[in-house]
């Protein structure tokens, strides 16, 4: 248990289904962060929220939609996803004034769109 | 952009060898800090070892070193005395003065009795 916490574990949707992936710290970290790790691509960073506020995209579609309500929780809205988007999403958390430290990850959603 | 480059996509040890994975990037910044991550198949991520960019010493922690190069922006990660147990994916990480985080693709280890 690193303190990240993600659900569900595994995830089955439709492509014309619409879910949400939930994560929550209780680190007490102020940035939270959104990776896509697929078999065919490294860990790719989507989205990061630092104090909050959404720092960065990294161009992803718009059928991935973060919400950041509060610094300890995290969403990924998903709609229309397309099967290529099947993949491991992790989420994590750290401190981005604390250079030293560490990101902690959550043990991820397994997804997959038929 | 920083990019993270692990050019071995597998490697392979026998039990207690040493192995030694390898990491580049590529910065303009001088301030940032480097990781070495362990995802088991469980999929945690679990943070190794680190390594300050200021710091010259060589980070160490048990049976895990590092060969920080930074000039030459090498950042590898030594495993002495192997166990079952390393066997792992492996990713480097580079952290910005910003605070993301970018990983590099990530080394298969297969540890063989």
């Known amino acids: 248990e690193t303190g990240v916490t993600q659900t569900p574990r595994h995830l089955v949707m439709g492509m014309t289904n619409k879910k949400s992936l939930k994560c929550e710290q209780h680190?007490?970290?102020?940035?939270m962060y959104w990776y896509k790790q697929s078999a065919k691509k490294p860990l790719e960073l989507m989205f990061v929220?630092?104090?909050?506020?959404?720092?960065e995209n990294n161009s992803v579609p718009s059928r991935f939609s973060p919400e950041c309500p509060n610094s300890s929780h995290l969403f990924l809205h998903l709609h229309t996803l397309q099967p290529e988007d099947s993949a491991l999403y992790l989420c994590?958390?750290?401190?981005?004034?604390?250079?030293?430290?560490?990101?902690?990850f959550g043990q991820g959603t397994r997804l997959t769109v038929v | 952009a920083q990019t993270v480059t692990q050019s071995q996509p597998e490697m392979s040890v026998q039990e207690a060898e040493t192995v030694t994975l390898s990491c580049t990037y590529d910065?303009?910044?001088?301030?940032?800090?480097l990781f070495w991550y362990k995802q088991p198949p469980s999929r945690q991520m679990i943070l190794v070892i680190r390594?300050?960019?200021?710091?010259?010493q060589n980070a160490t922690e048990n049976r895990f070193s590092v060969n920080f190069q930074k000039a030459a922006k090498s950042f590898s990660l030594k495993i002495s005395d192997s166990q079952l147990g390393d066997a792992a994916m492996y990713f480097c990480?580079?952290?910005?003065?910003?605070?993301?985080?970018?990983f590099g693709a990530g080394t298969r280890l297969t540890v063989k009795p």
């Open positions: 910065t303009s910044e001088s301030d940032y800090y």
């Open positions: 994590a958390s750290s401190q981005v004034d604390r250079l030293n430290t560490e990101a902690f």
């Open positions: 929220y630092s104090l909050e506020e959404r720092v």
């Open positions: 680190l007490g970290h102020n940035a």
């Open positions: 990480a580079y952290r910005s003065a910003f605070g993301d985080m970018r």
């Open positions: 390594q300050e960019a200021y710091k010259q």
